[in-house]
């Protein structure tokens, strides 16, 4: 099935890797309606249909799952997955473990305009379960009536400029999916293609020697589910980020030790409490060696006999199905160039990205995104020249080296004003004081106080304001009570 071709374009592209930059031709003054596909029904690609669907654009999100939620849709069985995640393309994306607990209390987590409510007979905690996450993004779906547009099941592969290398006044976009139970492949034509994809499934490895030729069982975060698997194991955790931190803590309730091996060993003073109290919980210093026999060295010349390596090493940016020729490239975690981490600029506005920015508010953020994306194509809105964009993106790299900022971290934002900034492009609502007071407050409990956070906190005079902000009885919803 071919969608209608739309013939409407404000921008002219000349397709060859010689020539990148966009050639100007005409805005239109009227608002302009284009096909667009959506990859990815996860919290951004959610947000971003309905976004493009207010300003008019026909939708088409693209699934290769059976449900909505994205990394919230837990998926218990990871048979068949590589320990190690070293597919291109990998057979489960989310990387949630079945004790999971959100890191950031609900409250600050919802969409502008959909509150992340208290639902009675539902997990009503602060903190609550990934599973409590993913029905309010099925609430979210219902609310808005998005499942109409969703295609589940079914697999983007690949995804390329229609006509490249030949000049004409329209870039389009062809994308190839499959359908997983019929392995149908259908092959669409769009005008525009939003990736929505995530970046917390592809394992990021470590270099470590003897890495290949280590016999004992190494897994990557990505396919932990549960500590059953390493009762009375002698565990190896490297890396001490949110999910190492929280694995170990279930993991010393069953395997015989935990050896944490992190980068430094200036640790938070909440892990540091928890290492305290367990006397089967060591820290260590960077692994030096894996040994075929099961040996693993740490740096300072240490060494223990281990059963399992458990890498919490974070994840990397990968889109195994995109084809731009070059003109987005990922390096060592960089996506780019993307003039504020959202278009290329020699692509843009036809192609986009939402969700690559981390340590920021994320779902206030994706839909920012989205409704400059939406606006920027139904010609509401331009972007500054190609010229403009690259020098931006050139700056903002120059500022992040300045800052010592390593290249892999280049999308780490951690900045309120930054969001606030990226927001006024399209008018969309500063962060509220009482959500930016809320996450620090969590960051900075979770921080003294790893093990209790989720369930002691001292900031509710803050929480008793922001209950009572317009954000959160905009819906009047009834069975709604916090
Ligand atoms: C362990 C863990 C804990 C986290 N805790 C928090 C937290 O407490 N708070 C917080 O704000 N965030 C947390 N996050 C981050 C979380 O990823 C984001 O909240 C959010 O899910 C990002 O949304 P997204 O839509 O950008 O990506 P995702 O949620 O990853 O969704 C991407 C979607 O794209 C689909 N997709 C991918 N490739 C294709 C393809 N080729 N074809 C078709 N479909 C495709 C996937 O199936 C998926 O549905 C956590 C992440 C992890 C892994």
Redesign the pocket.
């Known amino acids: 099935m071919k969608p209608p071709l739309l013939l409407h374009s404000h921008l002219s592209f000349c397709h060859t890797a010689k020539h990148l930059a966009p050639i100007p031709t005409m805005v239109s003054e009227t608002s302009q309606s284009k096909n667009v596909c959506v990859?990815?029904?996860?919290?951004?690609?959610?947000v971003a249909a309905r976004e493009l669907r207010k300003e008019g654009h026909k939708v088409v999100v693209?699934?290769?799952?059976h449900d909505?939620?994205?990394?919230?849709?837990y998926e218990p069985s990871v048979q068949g997955e590589d320990p190690l995640g070293r597919n291109a393309?990998l057979k489960v994306?989310?990387?949630?473990?079945e004790s999971?607990r959100?890191?950031?209390p609900r409250e600050i987590?919802g969409f502008t305009d959909f509150p992340f409510l208290v639902k009675k007979g539902r997990d009503m905690r602060r903190f609550p379960s990934h599973k409590e996450l993913l029905m309010y993004l099925k609430d979210f779906c219902e609310f808005f009536g998005l499942r109409e547009m969703i295609r589940f099941n079914?697999?983007?592969?690949y995804v390329g400029m229609l006509d490249y290398g030949v000049c004409s006044n329209d870039l389009k976009w062809v994308v190839r999916?499959k359908e997983k139970k019929s392995e149908k492949v259908v092959e669409e034509v769009f005008d525009a293609v939003v990736v929505?994809?995530?970046?917390?499934?592809q394992p990021r490895l470590p270099s470590i020697k003897g890495m290949d030729t280590w016999k004992r069982k190494q897994m990557h975060s990505h396919i932990y589910r549960t500590p059953e698997p390493f009762r009375n194991e002698v565990v190896v955790v490297v890396g001490n980020s949110?999910?190492g931190q929280d694995i170990s803590i279930e993991l010393v309730e069953v395997a015989k030790e935990v050896h944490m091996s992190s980068r430094s060993l200036n640790i938070s003073e909440g892990l540091s409490k928890v290492i305290s109290k367990h006397t089967t919980f060591h820290l260590h210093p960077q692994i030096d060696t894996l040994h075929e026999d099961g040996r693993v060295t740490f740096m300072d010349g240490s060494c223990i006999l281990a059963d399992s390596i458990l890498y919490c090493t974070g994840?990397s940016y990968a889109f195994p199905?995109l084809d731009t020729k070059g003109m987005v490239v990922v390096d060592d975690d960089r996506v780019g160039p993307l003039y504020e981490h959202t278009f290329p600029p020699s692509l843009a506005p036809s192609l986009s990205f939402?969700?690559i920015p981390r340590k920021i508010l994320?779902?206030p953020f994706?839909e920012s995104q989205a409704i400059w994306i939406a606006q920027l194509l139904s010609g509401k809105k331009v972007l500054p020249s190609w010229e403009e964009m690259m020098k931006s993106i050139k700056e903002f790299y120059q500022s992040r080296e300045a800052a010592g900022i390593p290249k892999h971290c280049t999308h780490e934002i951690a900045n309120f004003e930054y969001c606030d900034e990226y927001g006024d492009n399209v008018g969309f609502p500063r962060i509220e004081e009482w959500r930016k007071q809320l996450c620090i407050s969590a960051i900075i409990n979770a921080h003294v106080n790893l093990e209790t956070y989720r369930d002691s906190w001292d900031d509710d005079e803050l929480l008793q304001e922001a209950l009572q902000s317009p954000h959160f009885t905009q819906l009047g919803l009834e069975d709604s009570h916090m």
């Open positions: 990859i990815g029904a996860g919290p951004s690609g959610l693209v699934e290769q799952n909505v939620g994205g990394q919230w849709l393309f994306h989310s990387s949630v473990y999971l959100l890191t950031s987590m079914t697999r983007v592969e999916s929505a994809t995530g970046h917390y499934s949110l999910s994840y199905f939402i969700g994320g779902f994706f």
